[in-house]
């Protein structure tokens, strides 16, 4: 291996480390997604089987809660896309859910196949890139005998 060949496979490691990161960060940002739905589909589903008038306690964010009484466990709102939102009903919201964190499932089982492939050309590209180190390394050796 010539030490251009080299040098452009290294280049092409850099490139596939790049997005192997950045691969990640999207598998980590949709993880966080799944779990969010996951907690809001649960949530929902207790929610309707909870008895009116019963007191709860509801998130509110920075591990804080607020208490409140169940005044309807058949209605909710939802936001459906693009900071809407809309009443619905717990079953059909729910339906929303999970209908929605078996396409976030899709795409993680699809991003994780790309991490796999990219990964494999990462091992690759280390193995070509350390033999054609060796090989450099082996003909300076040679020709500084000489």
């Known amino acids: 291996m010539e030490e251009s060949d080299l040098q452009q496979t290294i ?19 949709l993880r966080v ?15 309707a089987e909870t008895p009116i008038g019963t007191e709860i306690l509801v998130p509110i964010g920075a591990n804080s809660f ?12 939802v936001g459906i896309g693009s900071e809407v939102a809309l009443e619905d ?8 859910l999970d209908h929605r964190i078996k396409q ?7 991003l994780i196949k790309r991490i796999s492939e990219l990964e494999d050309r990462v091992n690759s590209y280390t193995v070509a890139v350390q033999r054609g180190y060796d090989r450099l390394q082996a003909q300076r050796g040679e020709e500084a005998g000489v």
């Open 66 to 77: 607020l208490f409140a009484n169940v005044a309807d466990a058949e209605k909710c709102i």
């Open 11 to 29: 280049a092409a490691l850099e490139t596939s480390r790049a997005q192997l990161t950045a691969l990640a960060r999207q598998e980590e940002m």
């Open 33 to 47: 997604s799944l779990e969010e739905y996951a907690r809001a589909r649960e949530t929902m589903v207790r929610y």
């Open 104 to 110: 976030l499932q899709e795409v993680e089982e699809e």
């Open 89 to 96: 009903t717990l079953e059909r919201a729910t339906d929303r």
